[in-house]
């Protein structure tokens, strides 16, 4: 069983930066996918960026250009030019190898999740 926990959410002001940690124990595997998801109060959970294991990342419209995921033995979330509609608890998620895919972005890719970490952006 692979735990994911994620760290590094915080308050900060309209413009500024934050950046995001996650550590999963155990072997994903060479084809592995992680991904950050966050969920604002009353709307759905929706995906913000995906990297493989060998490093290609994707990005939800809505980040491109204001975020970076990157990983080395941790997944991180670096989060510039934050808007206060990026407000949310963000999630860290798992794909390990031979895991269902619907999409890089997709929840259903993800078999573990971390339990949050709350970003809040005042302006």
């Known amino acids: 069983q692979v735990q994911v926990a994620e760290s590094g959410g915080g308050s900060v002001q309209a413009g500024g930066s934050l950046r995001l940690s996650c550590v999963a124990s155990?072997?994903?595997?060479?084809?592995?996918?992680m991904a950050w998801f966050r969920q604002a109060p009353g709307k759905e959970r929706e995906g913000v960026a995906a990297?493989?294991?060998?490093g290609s990342a994707v990005y939800a419209d809505s980040v491109k250009g204001r975020f970076t995921v990157s990983k080395d033995h941790t997944l991180y979330l670096q989060m510039n030019s934050l808007k206060s509609e990026d407000t949310a608890m963000y999630y860290c998620?798992?794909?390990?190898?031979?895991?269902?895919?619907?999409?890089?972005?997709?929840?259903?890719?993800?078999?573990?999740w971390g339990q949050g970490t709350q970003v809040t952006v005042s302006s």
């Open positions: 998620a798992a794909r390990p190898d031979g895991g269902m895919w619907q999409g890089a972005l997709n929840e259903r890719t993800y078999r573990y």
């Open positions: 155990g072997y994903l595997g060479s084809t592995s996918w």
């Open positions: 990297i493989s294991n060998t």
